[in-house]
């Protein structure tokens, strides 16, 4: 594997860790941010709702101007407004200033989401696409796993706004790593032409194609039913089960690594039983091991461990899923790749905003609500696997050395 192939894993996954780091850092905030602010619970998770819907939202705007201008320009926009949203979420008095200035946050965020992808797809497409995803989800797993103990690090001695001190901090570092070590990979002359009509007709194109949109929506009910233990998990785990804000991360991690390390195996996986048939697979386990713990959970069977197991296991299926259905997505698309990462992020976190809304509106305190809605996305997504892959036959391919 050469210097430069680590060296873009490397960079890609620090930047991707960006917009993650601030929602995972973020999750053991909650029900201090709740007390501090004299907030609902309602309203604290709508915090981190209005978060997933602008960063799935102007996902949109950032690979139409990628593909325009280049990779690196976006990028450095993206992370001043995320720093700007940091600085002033540090400050908020109130709730509603919270919301809003994560709503700022978010904007920025989307930048390092979409053009990440984008740039692995300038440089690979199928199996080593698949490879490189990977090792940029194995760069950004820091988040899940250690996000979430640094988090309550510093909550504990310094409250909650230091959080967001932190991933201003974190943006900064990323813009310099743009400086010193991303090259540009959209060279000027292939660079879409800059027009509205021109965006709108790849756009259009992209929305009427069958085989992208179920792949999208593969991984996106698989994004969507994260997103749901993610809104719900930190007040089961602490006002339910009693745990501290500490034993919360440490359990968190715990699904953070079964999704990262199972994402390792994808494109060996993918290289000896075929892109397509993987995924399917893995779609069946991680719906399979979902309606196992809905089951348990209704029959009053669930406790912490089991819910716990259950989780790592569905979650590591997911691990499988997600980074290859994108790929998918985006091989066939090499010279609009920037909008069509955009536009698959855009709906996919926009299926997830979805969800955290649903999840907080049917929250009861107890892990029946989140349980339920993590089992109906892994059977959609499960379905949409075998009507989306049906039928294409993949050869077993060898990875490159």
Do not use: D, H, K, W
């Given at each position: 594997m050469s210097s430069s192939y680590v060296k873009n894993a490397v960079v890609l996954g620090l930047l991707s860790a960006v917009g993650p780091f601030a929602i995972d850092m973020y999750l053991p905030a909650l029900p201090a941010i709740s007390a501090d602010l004299k907030a609902s619970t309602a309203a604290t998770q709508m915090t981190l709702m209005a978060f997933f819907v602008t960063l799935g939202l102007c996902q949109i705007f950032y690979g139409p101007v990628s593909d325009t201008m280049g990779r690196k320009p976006p990028l450095y926009f993206g992370l001043g407004l995320f720093i700007i949203g940091s600085i002033?979420?540090?400050m908020a008095s109130n709730i509603q200033w919270l919301i809003a200035l994560r709503v700022v946050?978010?904007?920025?965020?989307?930048?390092?989401?979409?053009?990440?992808?984008?740039?692995?797809r300038d440089l690979h497409t199928g199996i080593e696409a698949?490879?490189?995803?990977?090792l940029v989800m194995l760069v950004f797993s820091v988040s899940p796993i250690l996000a979430?103990?640094?988090?309550?690090?510093?909550i504990v001695p310094f409250g909650w706004r230091a959080v967001f001190l932190a991933v201003t901090v974190a943006a900064v570092l990323a813009a310099i790593l743009i400086a010193a070590f991303l090259p540009e990979t959209r060279l000027p002359e292939d660079r879409v032409k800059a027009s509205l009509g021109n965006i709108l007709r790849h756009f259009w194109n992209l929305l009427r194609n069958p085989r992208f949109l179920g792949l999208v929506f593969i991984g996106g009910f698989g994004m969507a039913s994260f997103f749901a233990f993610l809104a719900s998990s930190s007040f089961i785990y602490i006002d339910h089960f009693g745990l501290t804000p500490t034993q919360y991360s440490l359990a968190f991690s715990?699904?953070?690594?079964?999704?990262i390390g199972a994402s390792q195996f994808?494109?060996?996986?993918?290289?000896?039983?075929?892109?397509?048939?993987?995924v399917k697979i893995a779609a069946f386990s991680y719906a399979f091991f979902?309606?196992?713990?809905?089951?348990?959970?209704s029959m009053g069977a669930s406790s912490l461990p089991v819910l716990m197991v259950l989780l790592f296991l569905s979650f590591a299926s997911l691990g499988l899923v997600i980074p290859s259905s994108m790929v998918l997505a985006l091989d066939d698309h090499g010279p609009i790749a920037g909008m069509a990462s955009s536009l698959a992020g855009t709906l996919q976190m926009l299926s997830g905003g979805v969800v955290v809304a649903v999840a907080s509106f049917f929250f009861d305190g107890t892990a029946y609500p989140m349980v339920t809605?993590?089992?109906?996305?892994?059977?959609?997504a499960l379905g949409l696997s075998l009507v989306t892959l049906r039928g294409r036959p993949e050869a077993a391919v060898q990875l490159a050395e």
């Open positions: 002033g979420c540090a946050q978010g904007i920025g965020a989307a930048s390092v989401m979409v053009i990440p992808r984008a740039i692995i698949t490879r490189l995803m990977a979430p103990l640094f988090g309550s690090a510093l715990v699904n953070a690594v079964g999704f994808a494109a060996a996986l993918g290289a000896r039983f075929g892109m397509a048939r993987m979902a309606v196992v713990l809905f089951a348990v959970t809605i993590i089992a109906l996305c892994a059977c959609c």
